[in-house]
T-cell receptor, first 115, second 113 residues
Framework: DAGVIQSPRHEVTEMGQEVTLRCKPISGHDYLFWYRQTMMRGLELLIYFNNNVPIDDSGMPEDRFSAKMPNASFSTLKIQPSEPRDSAVYFC?????????????FGPGTRLTVL | AQSVTQLGSHVSVSEGALVLLRCNYSSSVPPYLFWYVQYPNQGLQLLLKYTTGATLVKGINGFEAEFKKSETSFHLTKPSAHMSDAAEYFCAVRAGGYQKVTFGTGTKLQVIP
């Protein structure tokens, strides 16, 4: 398996622009997670999905952030409008259901820089 | 509620020396505990996990961790550090069946030749 795939790997944009991050989870995984990593706040869970349905979005910082999972093999995290404080590495992770719930497989991340 | 505290944001050891990374947790129910490693410019990779059963857990790359309920600890150790162990290590906790995982702030391990 190719693992969790994220695109783009790097994104540089200007304040006020819309940014869309993409994630393809491992095939067969029913859970998908979006994390943000910064020096100041460490690794934060933003939102997670189970069978394409958002379960917990309490970590989403504000209304500028939105996430969707239209099908089992694709998810997006959108920031509109973007701000410099959104600069971070965004990770997507997925995990199996039932007995393997524990292990989350992380993608390589998208490094976002908002100027 | 659940939380994780990693003691020491940076740890330096000499090559061949013992590696000890400290993690204490708080959980209102029996926890599931994890250690992840992150190499530069990569995502997190699971090193090992404790769910139930044996309290000494062995992981990849020669690492192991021991769950100590009385001390609410889950410290990560490796008898002999290798240069390739230089990375950032994250302890994480999940409270029982609840899927949400809480990560610690990470410990950067430096291995000195």
């Amino acid at each position: 398996d190719a693992g969790v795939i994220q695109s783009p790997r790097h994104e540089v944009t200007e304040m006020g622009q819309e940014v869309t991050l993409r994630c393809k989870p491992i095939s067969g995984h029913d859970y998908l997670f979006w994390y943000r990593q910064t020096m100041m706040r460490g690794l934060e869970l933003l939102i997670y999905f189970n069978n394409n349905v958002p379960i917990d979005d309490s970590g989403m910082p504000e209304d500028r952030f939105s996430a969707k999972m239209p099908n089992a093999s694709f998810s997006t995290l959108k920031i509109q409008p973007s701000e410099p404080r959104d600069s971070a590495v965004y990770f997507c992770a997925s995990s199996l259901r039932l007995t393997s719930l524990d292990t989350q497989y992380f993608g390589p991340g998208t490094r976002l820089t908002v100027l | 509620a659940q939380s994780v505290t990693q003691l020491g944001s940076h740890v330096s050891v000499s090559e061949g020396a013992l590696v000890l990374l400290r993690c204490n947790y708080s959980s209102s129910v029996p926890p599931y505990l994890f250690w992840y490693v992150q190499y530069p410019n990569q995502g997190l990779q699971l090193l090992l996990k404790y769910t139930t059963g044996a309290t000494l857990v062995k992981g990849i790359n020669g690492f192991e961790a021991e769950f100590k309920k009385s001390e609410t600890s889950f410290h990560l150790t490796k008898p002999s550090a290798h240069m390739s162990d230089a990375a950032e290590y994250f302890c994480a906790v999940r409270a029982g069946g609840y899927q949400k995982v809480t990560f610690g702030t990470g410990t950067k391990l430096q291995v000195i030749p």
